[in-house]
């Protein structure tokens, strides 16, 4: 594969945007496709070509993005009408970097391999300031010639790729990493909730918790927004909540019981009910009234 391999991007939202930005400005050819076109604007005016359709991104490209927000949404561009799928061409390879099932991830390989195409499941962590800075983490499933073969590109949007092994690997990672996020996110924001409703300050808690084996990184992130109650959605509540759905179906599949991800989701449910806004997942914390 060449250098600077023609790019086809679909799925311009806040983690699939900055990527594309990040490929645009490294000089690869950019064809990109989103359902609100308008989202497009900003990258045409610095280079990149805007498609019609979902095919007609696939047909320009070398190797074809999708970043999308759930299932439906892949099923949509992937097998829609004038989907995806059916603009790759012989040798193109589709690099999926949505968090959907390890069974869509299997399916979608076996549509590119009916195509002579290439498919790697390519789930990401790191948020949209990992996306803005290249310093993504991808959990990848598929064949290792094939992650050879756009190692570059990825070079670009990423700071390290674990390759887990064949198709539905990396989204069966990804989807128990989501879930231990959650369930991390849901614990600190009952903790809070009880050492603010005793008349103490959520500080104390946090101080203790950075200086015991209860740290982790995803308190620096996600504590100040419970603290000052604002989420801007880095990581959406409503995509953690499918998230919570698809490990709880995978769970469901391999007889696995998970009691407290079927917990979470419940409250996870009930602030997404609730938010009239697009809200970041921590704002969980709002499940409880503040003191």
């Known amino acids: 594969m060449s250098a600077n391999p023609n790019v086809g991007w679909i799925g311009l939202g806040l983690i699939g ?15 990109v496709w989103n359902r609100t076109a308008a989202k497009a604007d900003d990258m045409v005016r610095g280079g990149a070509r805007l498609a019609a359709t979902p095919r007609e991104a696939a047909a320009a490209a070398d190797v074809l993005f999708t970043c999308v927000s759930n299932p439906p949404a892949l099923e949509a561009v992937l097998w829609g009408p004038d989907g995806a799928i059916s603009g790759l061409r012989p040798g193109t390879v589709l690099i999926d970097s949505s968090t959907v099932s390890p069974g869509l991830a299997r399916r979608a390989a076996d549509a590119c391999r009916e195509r002579k195409a290439e498919f790697l499941e390519a789930p990401i962590t790191g948020g949209t300031w990992g996306a803005e800075k290249g310093e993504l983490v991808f959990l990848i499933g598929g064949e290792t010639s094939t992650l050879a073969r756009v190692q570059p590109a990825l070079n670009h949007l990423g700071k390290k790729f674990f390759h887990l092994g064949p198709h539905g690997a990396g989204q069966t990672i990804k989807l128990a990493m989501n879930m231990l996020y959650a369930l991390e996110v849901q614990a600190l924001a009952e903790a809070l909730a009880l050492v603010t409703g005793a008349g103490l300050r959520s500080e104390q808690l946090l101080d203790v918790l950075a200086s015991s084996m209860g740290r982790a990184p995803v308190l620096d992130i996600k504590a100040p927004m419970m603290i000052s109650g604002d989420y801007p959605p880095s990581f959406p509540l409503r995509l953690m909540h499918k998230d919570l759905g698809l490990a709880l179906e995978l769970s469901n599949q391999l007889g696995v019981p998970l009691p407290a991800t079927a917990a979470a989701r419940e409250t996870y449910s009930a602030v997404k009910g609730a938010s009239k806004e697009d809200v970041d997942y921590a704002a969980v914390r709002s499940f409880w009234p503040a003191q």
């Open 17 to 31: 945007k900055p990527m594309a930005r990040r490929l645009l400005d490294a000089g690869y050819p950019l064809t």
